[in-house]
């Protein structure tokens, strides 16, 4: 069985733009692409950013990415949020936090293994309760 092979679009997209980017993996021979959603331009604070227009109009832009992708034979494998956390800086934290509006998801990165080996699962427990925890009391989401 031939594996299938995934590309991070991030700098093509900077490069090219979303919609060429993903035609210009699918030329290369990938199978499926990892898209980024996380450089600055994704940042609904600037005007020229996807994610300062309006509802209807991001779920189109993303639609029309869909449709785009399934006409090319590609695959989103996976995509990428914001990977940058919290920085204790007022501004910056409400934005992060007010961007999970868009889509629903606060995601996190995070090394399992910072408190050894053999307790992967229960770092990630934690983690997730103290994001849950953050959100509900510091932020009422």
């Given at each position: 069985?031939?594996?299938?092979i995934?590309?991070?679009t991030?700098?093509?997209?900077?490069l090219?733009?979303?919609?060429?980017?993903l035609?210009?993996?699918?030329?290369i021979?990938?199978?499926?692409?990892?898209?980024?959603?996380?450089?600055?331009?994704?940042?609904?604070?600037?005007?020229d950013?996807?994610?300062?227009?309006?509802?209807?109009?991001?779920c189109?832009?993303?639609?029309?990415?869909?449709?785009?992708?399934?006409a090319?034979?590609l695959?989103?494998?996976?995509t990428?949020?914001?990977?940058?956390?919290?920085?204790?800086?007022?501004?910056e934290?409400d934005?992060?936090?007010?961007?999970?509006?868009?889509?629903?998801?606060?995601?996190m990165?995070?090394n399992?293994?910072?408190?050894?080996?053999?307790?992967?699962?229960?770092?990630a427990?934690?983690s997730?309760?103290?994001?849950?925890?953050?959100?509900?009391?510091?932020y009422?989401?």
């Amino acid at each position: 069985m031939e594996k299938r092979i995934s590309l991070s679009t991030g700098r093509l997209q900077r490069l090219y733009g979303d919609r060429e980017a993903l035609a210009i993996a699918k030329c290369i021979g990938a199978d499926a692409v990892d898209f980024d959603t996380q450089a600055s331009r994704w940042d609904y604070r600037r005007p020229d950013s996807v994610y300062a227009r309006s509802d209807d109009e991001i779920c189109s832009y993303f639609d029309d990415l869909r449709r785009h992708v399934d006409a090319i034979g590609l695959e989103i494998g996976q995509t990428h949020g914001r990977i940058q956390g919290f920085k204790n800086v007022k501004e910056e934290d409400d934005a992060l936090i007010d961007e999970v509006g868009y889509d629903g998801t606060y995601n996190m990165e995070l090394n399992l293994a910072c408190f050894g080996t053999g307790f992967e699962i229960e770092t990630a427990e934690f983690s997730v309760k103290l994001l849950r925890h953050m959100l509900a009391e510091h932020y009422g989401r």
